[in-house]
């Protein structure tokens, strides 16, 4: 009778600003069960581009903030381009820099200039506004590889290609790794903010297209006592607690017991800056979450070893750019981890590599959708909207330390 009882008892993604929102649930968007998606078909080996046709850049033009606010992020995008570069052994293109930085740049002044001295191609601008006054003057003759996304999906023209480091590429990434691991039921924690709010509403789109379960949501903010709160309910812990009491009252026993954790939720989502991270990883293993599996976004990692402080990270899964993790240009990453103002900016190098790839290549990409260009940011393909997508490798903490482990 007691150990039917005891039974009883134990059943049941920089630093981001802060934009306060009204809490919405959501677990609570439209279920999807028409198109839900064979799972098999995530484990198919992705066809590659055969390389057979580059195109002969004479002359390139870079739109980047070399100045001002985003200049450490353009330098390094800069670097990036001048690395693929030196790759090629002959017909290295003339580059020239247009400082976007700048607050006075006359972009159409600059476009004309370009269209009448007969370059090639433009890569960039980085901030969304001068990508979209850009897009006004764009012409046919003139191919642009922007490295940012707009919101807007149509519109654009031909020659016109978008491509960056889109958040939402990581958060479908992890919900594909989640469900191949056979976790189908989730509970999503995330930042008090429009980031959040984005990142957990794509996660939560794509998991439920593969038939997934939301079983709950909660945000975080600055205050850990209340976020331990909110993990609390999260996971439902008072329910067992409380369940626990009522059997000692009926006993009159005191029972030793570990709160059990509902049998529906079989995995967590939450993301965050490495900061939070290390704060919220603890906070869930505190409150017996530890066995859960855990997934979250490459935000909670520069990309630089840091084995003591990345133990509260452990177990932890997410998707990241291959560069990273392999043995190419081991003394650029090694230069680039040693040093205080880049190495956070890794991703960001590799961004230009895989520009200066994607322009040569634009016509294979363009002639074989349903294949992918091997980039240094992930597997490249390009979509509907002329976007190039990425898909990413899983990388998980062990022993303080992100190491790639198989998709």
Not at 103 to 124: F, H, P, R, S, T
């Amino acid at each position: 009778m007691l150990s039917i009882l005891l039974y009883a008892c134990n059943s049941n993604y920089m630093q981001i600003p802060k934009d306060s929102l009204p809490e919405q649930d959501i677990s609570a968007q439209d279920e999807i069960s028409e198109t839900q998606i064979n799972i098999d078909e995530l484990l198919v080996e992705k066809k590659i581009i055969q390389i057979v046709d580059e195109l002969d850049l004479k002359k390139i033009a870079i739109l980047l903030p070399m100045t001002g606010r985003y200049s450490k992020i353009g330098k390094a995008i800069f670097q990036g381009i001048e690395l693929e570069l030196s790759n090629k052994k002959n017909n290295i293109p003339k580059l020239t820099i247009h400082d976007t930085g700048d607050e006075n740049i006359n972009l159409k002044k600059v476009y004309n200039e370009m269209l009448d001295q007969n370059y090639d191609y433009i890569i960039g601008p980085l901030q969304k506004d001068l990508i979209s006054k850009i897009l006004k003057y764009g012409s046919e003759s003139l191919p642009i590889l922007t490295l940012n996304y707009l919101n807007n999906f149509k519109g654009l023209k031909q020659g016109v290609h978008q491509f960056g480091l889109l958040p939402e590429d990581e958060s479908i990434c992890i919900a594909e790794k989640a469900i191949i691991d056979g976790n189908n039921n989730a509970s999503i924690f995330y930042p008090d903010n429009i980031w959040g709010k984005r990142i957990a509403g794509s996660f939560s789109l794509r998991y439920k297209e593969l038939g997934g379960k939301i079983i709950d949501t909660s945000i975080y903010t600055k205050d850990d006592e209340q976020n331990n709160i909110s993990i609390r309910n999260l996971l439902k812990i008072e329910d067992s607690i409380n369940r626990k009491k009522n059997l000692e009252n009926i006993l009159k026993i005191k029972l030793q017991y570990k709160p059990f954790i509902s049998n529906d939720l079989n995995m967590i989502f939450s993301v965050g800056t490495s900061k939070d991270m290390r704060v919220i990883k603890p906070q869930f293993n505190f409150n017996y979450a530890e066995d859960i599996p855990f997934y979250s976004t490459s935000h909670i990692y520069s990309g630089v070893n840091d084995k003591e402080k990345n133990q509260d990270l452990n177990n932890i899964k997410f998707c990241d750019i291959p560069w990273l993790y392999n043995s190419k240009n081991l003394k650029t990453k090694t230069i680039l981890r040693r040093s205080s103002d880049k190495k956070d900016l890794l991703r960001f190098v590799a961004i230009g590599m895989d520009a200066t790839k994607i322009i040569y290549n634009i016509r294979n990409l363009e002639n074989n959708k349903k294949k992918f260009l091997l980039g240094d940011t992930g597997y490249l393909k390009l979509d509907e909207f002329n976007r190039i997508r990425r898909h990413l490798i899983i990388v998980r903490f062990k022993n303080g330390q992100a190491r790639k482990i198989p998709f």
